[in-house]
């Protein structure tokens, strides 16, 4: 059973950073695609980052504007997010996500979410 769990949220001021981490257990993240998605209260689920299961490809949201960096430890079956420069507008639950089948974008698996809070 595949399970992710990401760490590293917390309550943080404008302008700080932050580094999530997700840790894939029950199988080995390496050859498979991830991501990061947030949620807040009252919006739908909002893409942040993608890297491909090669680390060859990588992608952001619109808003994230060179403040996030993705990137993947496949040794540690570990994906993170460098957070920088945060905003208030970045307070949200983090999930991350797993692709069920190699060279796929479609994510079959979810963690339970990191809280992020930044006030200004």
């Known amino acids: 059973q595949v399970q992710l769990v990401e760490s590293g949220g917390g309550s943080v001021q404008t302008g700080d950073s932050l580094k999530l981490a997700c840790s894939v257990s029950?199988?080995?993240?390496?050859?498979?695609?991830m991501a990061w998605f947030r949620r807040t209260p009252g919006k739908e689920r909002e893409f942040v980052s993608s890297?491909?299961?090669?680390?060859?490809?990588?992608n952001y949201g619109a808003f994230v504007q060179g403040r996030f960096t993705i990137s993947r430890d496949d040794n540690n079956n570990t994906m993170y997010l460098q957070m920088d420069n945060l905003k208030p507008e970045d307070t949200a639950v983090y999930f991350c996500?797993?692709?069920?089948?190699?060279?796929?974008?479609?994510?079959?698996?979810w963690g339970q979410g990191t809280q992020v809070t930044v006030s200004s």
């Open positions: 029950g199988r080995a993240s390496r050859g498979y695609a």
């Open positions: 890297i491909s299961w090669d680390s060859g490809n990588m």
């Open positions: 996500a797993a692709a069920g089948r190699t060279m796929s974008w479609r994510y079959d698996y």
